[in-house]
């Protein structure tokens, strides 16, 4: 009976049950190099910034507006107006043939700035915001937040700022009560704990000298302008986001997790970005990584997965417009995202027999959606049998999971906006512990394995 249910029985196990030393050397070198990547890349403009240097690093130049197609083995990239980053190595067939395809965002949760954010009240100095992405409000409240992004002068100047990450920076906060006079608000529904509108910067308390009012908001202003050069009027034209200023930090007594901020979907951006720029030669069909925005509030815009960017990029690469659709109906992609993984604080959400676990390796959704799949692309049986057999031929070990019950919830990804390209794609990447929370946990091996996943797919074509 043992034999024939080894042979017959899916029985996934703990993956440090399987790997070797070597490996788990390999493990703690890749985890390193994207803890750095993880810390550099607090919003999405860090993130293609961060991208595009280790990309000039081993090689790829920038896609010309000119091009007219790919040679084999050769490497290039374009930035989309500062957010959005697409790669490719150029394969040994042609692009009719179509390519393989890595599909991950860099966005993440977060808190903007409104355009008209400044304002004072009782003396003190606040920065309203508006909340970008799923997060649950309360989770923002009494921990250390730093300031990143972009200001357009009326000049047409553009000034980076970032306030907090400097450990000689201030950093900001969004008060709570204290547990004595909160009787009424422990009362409220969660959802309605924090309110939008509360979400306020402290940014000052200190006035400027002499009579009048708004001192305080002066006295903050006029360090703003003191040091970037900008007028109240120039958030007007700004992207200014609000993100923890918690660093990156290895989770657990053993090491072998990962604790930071925006690992949903920086992790999974890092394991396709690493996986590509380590192709050293032509692989057998052009591979493609890319990096998009806007993925948390319905990859919208033109930075987002439903943009004709794509297409324009893969058009030339293909060196003719035309070609792009056939290019795209022979096509693969993985949508390397993240997955909830199974916490038995919380058990009662998932279904164990078809949930993520931290340590079995990158994890394969062949659907993702909310109750009855809705917006689910829902890979074929085809497809999830060609990314089984990618993994299993190169030692990658992964695990087949949902996320979550099936009356539960949910949540998506960019894999249906590459499916109504009439790409097929499935959904495969790291599972996570507190996901969209300010500080969320992954485990060294799943980072791992999904980096080992996308460069399997990359080479096998």
Known sequence: MDELKKELFYQPKNGYDLVDAKECVAIEDYCRGYMDFLDNARTEREAVREAVALAEAAGFKALTDDAKGIAPGEKVYSVNRGKGLMLAVGGRRPMTDGCVIGAAHIDAPRLDLKQNPLYEDGELAYLRTHYYGGIKKYQWTAIPLEL???????????????????????????????????????????????????????????????????????????????????????????????????????????????????????????????????????????????????????????????????????????????????????SFCVSADVTAALDPLYAEVSEKQNAARLNYGVGLCKFTGARGKSGASDASAEVVGRIRRICDDAGVLWQMCEMGKVDQGGGGTVAKFMASRDIDVIDAGVPVLSMHAPFETTAKLDCYMTYKCMKAVYTAG
């Open 148 to 330: 990143h992004g972009v200001v357009c002068l009326k000049n047409g100047e553009t000034v980076n700022v970032v306030v907090g990450r400097d450990p000689e920076d201030p950093q900001l906060v969004i008060t709570d009560l204290l547990p004595h006079l909160a009787q009424d608000q422990m009362a409220k529904n969660a959802s309605k704990l924090i309110e939008g509108e509360k979400l306020c910067l402290l940014a000052g308390s200190v006035p400027y000298a002499g009579e009048g009012s708004d001192r305080v908001k002066l006295a903050v202003m006029s360090i703003l302008n003191d040091k970037y050069g900008i007028t109240e009027a120039d958030f007007i034209s700004a992207e200014l986001e609000v993100v923890p200023a918690f660093d990156v930090r290895e989770l657990g007594l053993d090491r072998s997790m990962i604790g930071g901020y925006g690992q949903d979907d920086r992790v999974c951006s890092y394991a396709e970005l690493k996986a590509i720029l380590e192709l050293d030669e032509a692989p057998e069909r052009t591979a493609v990584c890319i990096l998009a925005d806007k993925e948390e509030i319905g990859s919208d815009g033109v930075t987002g997965m439903q943009s004709q960017a794509f297409e324009r990029f893969i058009g030339q690469l293909c060196g003719d417009p035309a070609a792009v659709q056939a290019c795209f109906s022979h």
